[in-house]
């Protein structure tokens, strides 16, 4: 099992906002989909605080998808589905056969700022189709505003990811909201959480 000592700080804070927002449709069962679920760290800690959720997990890297199985293994828990591989940058009918309208909820979790504008495009297009009428994106991560970083020690983090890969680095809100208004969402709210990390919902319309 892989270990992200960010995972298990930030958790907590993004399980409260996903069960604040949720909290009205608990008396349903609902269905998720992870994209980049990373180690499962996160996934695993939802799937225990929401039992009303039935994940989905996914991630691009063999590595990752062998530890979530390994979480799962570990803790018993019945509402995560083996993860799956899935290529945000793909084509939404690519994703593992995920159908039009089968979402609740979709969310992703440090991955645009790892991820190439090609990706990013593509989850906007992917929740479009995926997600059901109302349903929630949530994405989380560092993010420029109008162009502009900050504070300086974000800027420092940009700058180090793209030197990793050029086509990295902390992704426009402005920009993703266009994506979002493109493919039939909106940011609904923008919640400030610690670090200079903000959590976006988007919801379909």
């Not at 069960?19 to 008396?27: A, I, K, P, R, T």
């Not at 799956?84 to 440090?110: F, H, M, Q, T, Y």
């Not at 420029?144 to 974000?154: D, E, L, Q, R």
Request: contains cysteine; hydrophobic residues 40%.
């Amino acid at each position: 099992m892989l270990l992200s000592p960010q995972a298990e700080r930030n958790w907590e804070g993004l399980c409260e906002v996903l069960e604040d927002v949720l909290e009205d449709q608990s008396h349903k069962q609902l269905f998720a989909l992870e994209i980049g679920s990373g180690t499962g760290q996160h996934v695993i800690r939802f799937a225990q605080k929401l039992p009303f959720v039935t994940w989905q997990p996914s991630d691009i890297k063999e590595e990752c998808r062998d530890s979530i199985k390994a979480y799962i293994a570990a803790t018993h828990v019945k509402t995560v589905l083996q993860p799956v591989l899935l290529d945000a940058s793909e084509p939404w009918d690519k994703w593992a056969g995920v159908s039009r309208n089968s979402c609740d909820v979709i969310i992703a979790i440090n991955l645009l700022q790892y991820s190439s504008f090609k990706t990013a495009q593509g989850v906007f297009s992917g929740a479009g189709q995926i997600l059901k009428p109302n349903g929630l994106l949530m994405t989380y991560g560092m993010y420029a505003v109008n162009g502009i970083i900050t504070p300086s020690c974000n800027e420092v983090l940009d700058e180090e990811l793209k030197k990793l890969n050029p086509e990295w680095g902390l992704p426009d809100l402005d920009v993703l909201r266009q994506q979002a208004y493109g493919n039939g969402l909106r940011l609904e709210r923008m919640i400030e959480m610690e670090d200079y990390y903000k959590c976006l919902l988007f919801r379909k319309l």
